[in-house]
């Protein structure tokens, strides 16, 4: 693997090593009991991908990106998502962020596994009518102010420093609601761009609902798309939504000393904390975080890289992964463990005879815990995105984290592909992780071994059959597309409540002249008898099934 001319950063000569797994378990021995996969759990990039976590989902990271902005090159964008399947028909309530929680967007510049920078967004309800009303919004929304939407949530955001001091950057400004519909919201994206706001001293942030951008065929889970790849190619995430945190800010702004030219390789993760919440074994050994838990604050779920906690760790250790910090990860013995001698290529091998690379894997190490580098001890002989690249970090401080790595020198690829640097594009996965990056073929990719050998294996080359997210992207922040409002679930094709709608049609259709009691009646006992006799059809259709 070799970077453009322009992208390549000075070798490091040399760095101290440091045990991957040395210390025990540590917070994950004390995990909760093994949790099985019951059956309609479904698990995605982190969707519902723990046990503990699927009973909270507005707590639950879903994905991290982390790009330089293809349109603003000076700066990069962090996206990351919470809350998974969100129906757009989700009402009366909807999907608010949690008014009980800390999101949190963390950077390590430095490669010491704890964060340098940390930004939070703490929300709060707003009701303008919760005794009278139990309607999201009371007639069309135009507007973030108009008196129509009865529910509002707005936020605070901060940044906090390595020493631990808080700056407060934008107080009480609004989150952009759910899109309740277009009856409700005629104009989504004008309440987007009104929630989208500036940030001093440059960049800026977006909180609000958005159409989920990640994509994949879930089937994986029933033994790799049905055992012979028939089950693949349907988009499973299709239709529907996520809540989104997005920031954009100068490179400066993340780099180590405020110097992205000697240092631009940044680790990114996502964390929601909760107050009085303890996830079984999630003591932080590394200090991290500890103003947080001395004020009773704790980390219930994180996400790096995508897919770690559904593929990699296993099931026993999945809650415990999500509170603990990336400082910790190298000296967890199972984990470490997993990675080194993963799962996912034994079950191909049993499943379609491609033969599982030799262990370990000192590449999934450099992929998912040290960053690439030529000296990182791994086999990639690529400088990409290890801290170990910037000029200023303290070799003897380096530590094995799990966190998604963007080397910010790597400039936005003209045309992008969604295989990022196993096509050639140095700007993609897993060089931080754009949009459009198609996690799930290029991890199958590495597992098999083609981030060593720097070749497709071509028998998994087809991937899950998705490709591509059923909305395009923007072209400028947030870059996520507009919220759904189309059902997701189809499940009455042959429209067996048609009948409640022919009865209020029936209402809809009386005029004044027209004698209530008896036309009104009439009709509606139409609509009635329809809708009964459809739901009864309906359940013996699927009772059938």
Not at 169 to 182: E, F, I, R
Not at 361 to 369: A, N
Not at 401 to 423: H, I, K, Q, S
Not at 491 to 515: E, F, I, Q
Request: hydrophobic share 40%; glycine share 10%.
């Amino acid at each position: 693997m070799q970077l453009p001319r322009s992208s390549r950063l000075p070798a490091i000569a040399r760095h101290a090593e440091r045990p991957l797994a040395g210390m025990g378990v540590l917070a994950l021995m004390a995990a909760a009991g093994f949790a099985g996969l019951a059956p309609g759990v479904s698990s995605a990039s982190s969707h519902r991908e723990a046990p503990l976590i699927a009973g909270d989902p507005r707590a639950d990271n879903t994905d991290v990106y982390a790009f330089v902005s293809p349109d603003k090159p000076d700066t990069v964008t962090l996206v990351a998502n919470w809350i998974p399947f969100e129906e757009p028909n989700g009402g009366p309530n909807f999907y608010p962020f949690a008014d009980d929680a800390h999101y949190n967007i963390k950077i390590d510049s430095d490669g010491d596994g704890k964060p340098d920078t940390t930004y939070t967004w703490t929300f709060t309800n707003h009701y303008k009518d919760d005794a009278n009303q139990f309607l999201y919004n009371t007639g069309v929304v135009n507007n973030l102010s108009d008196p129509t939407l009865n529910f509002t949530q707005t936020y605070c955001l901060t940044v906090t420093g390595p020493d631990g001091s808080a700056r407060t950057l934008l107080k009480d400004v609004p989150a952009a609601p759910s899109n309740v519909g277009k009856a409700s919201m005629p104009d989504y994206e004008r309440l987007r761009k009104q929630a989208t706001l500036d940030l001093p001293g440059g960049g800026q942030t977006y909180a609000g609902q958005a159409a989920d951008p990640f994509f994949l065929d879930l089937r994986v889970f029933d033994l790799l798309y049905g055992g012979n790849l028939k089950e693949s190619g349907h988009n499973t995430l299709a239709g529907y939504n996520v809540n989104t945190i997005a920031l954009q800010v100068p490179k400066k702004d993340l780099a180590l000393k405020g110097d992205a030219e000697r240092n631009p390789v940044i680790g990114v993760w996502s964390t929601t904390d909760r107050k009085g919440a303890q996830v079984t074994g999630s003591a932080d050994k590394g200090g991290e975080g500890r103003k947080d838990e001395a004020a009773g604050w704790h980390q219930v779920s994180r996400l790096g890289n995508p897919l770690v906690n559904e593929v990699v760790v296993p099931l026993k250790y999945k809650d415990a992964f999500n509170a603990l910090a990336p400082v910790n990860d190298h000296t967890v013995t199972p984990v470490v463990d997993k990675v080194k001698d993963p799962i996912v290529p034994k079950l191909i091998q049993s499943i379609y005879g491609i033969a599982a690379p030799a262990t370990p894997r000192t590449d999934l190490v450099e992929i998912f815990l040290t960053g690439i580098s030529k000296n990182s001890g791994g086999p990639i002989q690529a400088d990409l995105n290890s801290q170990l690249l910037n000029a200023d970090v303290s070799k003897a401080n380096f530590t094995p984290a799990e966190e998604l790595r963007l080397n910010m020198a790597v400039p936005p690829a003209d045309a992008p592909n969604r295989l990022g640097v196993l096509a050639q594009d140095f700007a993609g996965f897993p060089n931080g992780r754009r949009l459009a990056d198609d996690v799930v073929d290029i991890e199958l990719q590495a597992l098999e071994g083609a981030a060593q050998t720097g070749k497709i294996v071509p028998a998994l080359a087809a991937g899950d059959g998705v490709n591509a997210a059923d909305h395009a992207f923007g072209k400028h922040f947030p870059y996520v597309a507009l919220p759904n409002t189309a059902a997701v679930n189809q499940a009455d094709t042959d429209n067996p409540g048609g009948g409640v709608a022919a009865g209020l049609g029936g209402l809809a259709g009386l005029g004044h002249g027209d004698k209530f009691p008896v036309a009104a009646a009439s009709a509606l006992a139409g609509g009635v008898l329809l809708s009964s006799a459809g739901f009864l059809a309906l359940r013996r259709r699927r009772n059938a099934d």
